[in-house]
C-alpha cells in the first residue's frame, strides 16, 4: 500500500506514521530522513541540497523529487511506503504522481490529519526541552515537568526552542496553508482524501486511519 500522510506541524505526522509503517510493514519515508541521509552519506543530491541550505535558500523540487524517488526504489518499498513530508506541494505532487505511474504504481490513499489551529500552536508552543539532554521533552500542559523549568531526568534548565513560539508556529501554519494544503484538494480531485481527527490519544489517533485504509 502506497499512502501519503498530510497534515499541520504538530498534527502528530511522525509519531503516527511510524506506528502506521509498524503496522503495515512498509518503511516510513520522510522528508527530513532523507535529507539527513543524502547529507551524510555524501550523495550528489545530498551535496546539492547542502549548498543551498547553508546559502539559507529553499532546497529546489527537482532535488527532494530525486531523493524521494531513490528511496522509493529501494527494495524495502517493492510493496509500498508511507510518504511523510512529501510532496510538499502540488508540483511535488504531479512529479510524484508521474514517478508511480512511469513504474504502473500509483498513490491507495491520501490521510490528511485534522488538528484546530490553536491546538496546534498549544502542542507546540508548550513545549520545552532541557539544556542537558535534548531527548528530554516536556510540554507546559501536556507532560509538564514536577518543578517549573527543570527537566525530571537530570535537573537540567528546560527552555523553549525559538522555532517552538507562538509567532514562528503561527508563520509555519501560514506557509503550509500556502504551499502544502493545496495538495489535499489535488487529492481529494482523485477521491484519494480521508480527513482523520488528530484529537485524542496516539493509539484513538492511529485507529482511525488504519480503519479509513482501503485494505487496511
Same mark, same amino acid.
Do not use: W
Given at each position: 500500500?502506497?499512502?501519503?500522510?498530510?497534515?499541520?506541524?504538530?498534527?502528530?505526522?511522525?509519531? !503516527?506514521?511510524?506506528?502506521?509503517?509498524?503496522?503495515?510493514?512498509?518503511?516510513?519515508?520522510?522528508?527530513?530522513?532523507?535529507?539527513?541521509?543524502?547529507?551524510?552519506?555524501?550523495?550528489?543530491?545530498?551535496?546539492?541540497?547542502?549548498?543551498?541550505?547553508?546559502?539559507? !535558500?529553499?532546497?529546489?523540487?527537482?532535488?527532494?523529487?530525486?531523493?524521494?524517488?531513490?528511496?522509493?526504489?529501494?527494495?524495502?518499498?517493492?510493496?509500498?511506503?508511507?510518504?511523510?513530508?512529501?510532496?510538499?506541494?502540488?508540483?511535488?505532487?504531479?512529479?510524484?504522481?508521474?514517478?508511480?505511474?512511469?513504474?504502473?504504481?500509483?498513490?491507495?490513499?491520501?490521510?490528511?490529519?485534522?488538528?484546530?489551529?490553536?491546538? =496546534?500552536?498549544?502542542?507546540?508552543?508548550?513545549?520545552?526541552?532541557?539544556?542537558?539532554?535534548?531527548?528530554?521533552?516536556?510540554?507546559? =500542559?501536556?507532560?509538564?515537568?514536577?518543578?517549573?523549568?527543570?527537566?525530571?531526568?537530570?535537573?537540567?534548565?528546560?527552555?523553549?526552542?525559538?522555532?517552538?513560539?507562538?509567532?514562528?508556529?503561527?508563520?509555519?501554519?501560514?506557509?503550509?496553508?500556502?504551499?502544502?494544503?493545496?495538495?489535499?484538494?489535488?487529492?481529494?480531485?482523485?477521491?484519494? =482524501?480521508?480527513?482523520?481527527?488528530?484529537?485524542?490519544k496516539v493509539a484513538e489517533v492511529t485507529q482511525r486511519s488504519m480503519d479509513a485504509l482501503?485494505?487496511?
Amino acid at each position: 500500500m502506497r499512502i501519503v500522510l498530510v497534515g499541520p506541524p504538530g498534527a502528530g505526522k511522525g509519531t !503516527q506514521a511510524a506506528y502506521l509503517a509498524n503496522n503495515l510493514s512498509i518503511p516510513h519515508i520522510s522528508t527530513g530522513d532523507l535529507f539527513r541521509a543524502n547529507i551524510s552519506q555524501g550523495t550528489e543530491l545530498g551535496l546539492r541540497a547542502k549548498s543551498y541550505m547553508d546559502a539559507g !535558500q529553499l532546497v529546489p523540487d527537482e532535488v527532494t523529487i530525486g531523493m524521494a524517488k531513490d528511496r522509493m526504489e529501494q527494495p524495502d518499498a517493492a510493496g509500498g511506503f508511507l510518504l511523510d513530508g512529501f510532496p510538499r506541494n502540488v508540483a511535488q505532487a504531479e512529479a510524484l504522481d508521474a514517478m508511480l505511474q512511469d513504474a504502473g504504481m500509483k498513490i491507495d490513499a491520501v490521510l490528511d490529519l485534522e488538528v484546530p489551529e490553536d491546538e =496546534v500552536v498549544k502542542r507546540i508552543a508548550g513545549r520545552r526541552i532541557c539544556r542537558n539532554d535534548s531527548a528530554h521533552v516536556f510540554h507546559v =500542559v501536556y507532560n509538564a515537568p514536577e518543578a517549573e523549568g527543570v527537566c525530571d531526568a537530570c535537573g537540567g534548565e528546560l527552555y523553549q526552542r525559538d522555532d517552538d513560539s507562538e509567532e514562528t508556529v503561527r508563520k509555519r501554519l501560514e506557509v503550509y496553508h500556502t504551499q502544502t494544503e493545496p495538495i489535499i484538494d489535488y487529492y481529494k480531485a482523485q477521491g484519494l =482524501v480521508t480527513t482523520i481527527s488528530a484529537m485524542g490519544k496516539v493509539a484513538e489517533v492511529t485507529q482511525r486511519s488504519m480503519d479509513a485504509l482501503p485494505s487496511a
